[in-house]
């Protein structure tokens, strides 16, 4: 018997990824997936937060699609790797801060570093790409661009495209067989449901939108807003992450709020009240705030009524607010809310 040969699988928790996979796996080849951190992803940091989401499957989608496929999966951080990917898209960004087809060339460069570079032996690199699917890094004409610039060339396999581009290594080598690969294009993602459905998969992650905060209007606006205030793009893991949750309001330059919205939010927000100054309505039910800057009293009485205008006192005529500063230090301080039409739109991320 000849050798069984071994793929590396990038694996983001999405249905395209686990297809891609399970089509590779059926003709006999080892597969290991392997998944990016880079701060940014959608699953499970917002779900495990909300209260909302309590009822919702709090699960890292990737981990669990290979658990459904029965096979190995790497997890590689590369936040600091990542910056220079955000920083600096040799292809630009799409619609909003996300610069996507410079992200699949570095991700699936680092998947060939894996291939050359560990002792695990792989053969070739397998995504579940799909021509037409993606408006900046999923067309034909970027398909050549990726396999070039990642170094992959051809040893890059496309199961649920390959029928639409030049076979690869894998195929033409008869690694794999390019009859059983597929013609899948366009946005549609009826093909990719019917062949789960043939696979058996009952429950997949749903197979619309993307898995990155950067394509996210709102998170992008606010990240732009982070970068500006502090008059650099460097960023570190809990500045992103804090993008994530609460309403961020700006009444001046140097500082902002951000608000929790509900209970769960409040409780992630508190695991940072020693690195930030702290807001929480006493005299009523209020949200958990954190400011980030440095304020005067004057700014400070302005943060603690704007956290009253959220608090379930909003229409009192007092709110007491406790104030913690990042040294330890209270006051407490009696303010009248701010009222809606003095709160402008443009303060708001």
Known sequence: MGKQHKAIALISGGLDSMLAA????????????????????????????R????KKAKRNNALWVAEQLGIPLHFVDVVDEYKQVLFHPKHGYGANLNPCLDCKIFMVGKAFEWLENSDFDYDFIITGEVIGQRPKSQRKATMPVIAKESGAQDRLLRPLSAKNLPPSLPEIEGWVDREKLYNFSGRSRKPQI??????GFKEYSQPAGGCC??????????????????GTREY???????????RHI??????????AREEGEGRFLQGYRKQ??????????GPFTLIDGELDQEELTLSAQIVARFSQGRDAEQVSVEIHTKSGQAQIVAVKPLASEDLPKEWYV
Not at 40 to 48: D, K, N
Not at 216 to 230: E, F, G, H, N, V
Not at 250 to 259: A, E, T
């Open 194 to 199: 019917a062949l789960a459905e043939s696979f």
């Open 22 to 49: 399970k089509v590779i796996l059926e003709q006999g080849v080892a597969v290991e997936g392997i998944n990016f951190f880079t701060g940014f992803c959608v699953e499970g940091h917002t779900h495990a937060i």
């Open 51 to 54: 209260q909302k989401d309590k």
């Open 213 to 230: 905060f950067l394509t996210d209007a709102s998170y992008s606006r606010k990240l732009a807003d982070l970068w500006q205030s502090k």
């Open 250 to 259: 700006r009444p001046q330059p140097h500082f902002k709020l951000i608000v």
């Open 236 to 246: 570190d893991l809990d500045d992103i992450m804090l993008l994530k949750v609460g």
């Open 276 to 285: 930030f100054i702290h807001l929480i309505p006493i005299s009523h039910k």
